[in-house]
């Protein structure tokens, strides 16, 4: 039993505006993709971590990788991803290896998800459960709206209890044959890979989430990141 961590690291982070790749942007002096690496590297479950980088980026995140310290019990790769992050972690997978039997999917764009959230994700896959993901209640009242058409304003169509709803997070685990089904099943877009199993007709389990799972999406989230990693070195 042997479980691997894909990175699907090749977005370009177009809500965080002009600059390099996402995940090539530093946090506190250091990339993201790193701080991302070393948080799935850090749950002793994980032996090898797939780093899905830019298309044509897979050498400079080789060259990333070999210059920070990372722990030495795990393996590590890279490979160049595609034009969306279904594509990115479907290249992730082609390239584990046979014994990888569990897998986490974990955003670059989540560099600082807790050890604990990990684990718990880890462990809830080898409990039997074949798709896991790691959720949190929400804040903010959430409505559903009608595309707005012309000059129109939005409309709101419907409010879903928010007592229903979770936001969820990565890193997601599976069963590997059942990510890797859904991922050969499954061909509309979709933003996150366990509704690809959902759609399957399987059930999905909730483990809690992490505040610090948050993904870096906008700018502000860059100021957050920094100041959560400040707070962990004071
Ligand atoms: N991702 C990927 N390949 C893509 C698109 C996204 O590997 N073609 C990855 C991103 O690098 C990120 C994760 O999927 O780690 C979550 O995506 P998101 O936060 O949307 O990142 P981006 O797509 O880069 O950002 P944006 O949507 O703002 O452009
Ligand atoms: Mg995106």
Redesign the pocket.
Known sequence: RRTAAV??????????GPGA???LRALNGTPMLVHAVRAMAASRAVSLVVV?APPDGAREVKRLLDAHALPERTDYLVVP?????Q???RLGLDALPDDITTVLVH????PLVPEETVDAVVAAVHGGSPAVVPALPLADTVKQVEPATGGEAEAVVATPDRATLRAVQTPQGFDRETLVRAHGTVTENVTDDASMVEQLGLRVVVVPGHEEAF???RPLDLVLAEAVLARRRA
């Open positions: 990175i699907p690291a090749a977005g370009r982070g177009v809500r965080l790749p996402k995940a899905v991803g595609g034009d969306s992050r594509e990115s972690v955003d670059a764009a989540r993904k870096v999406t």
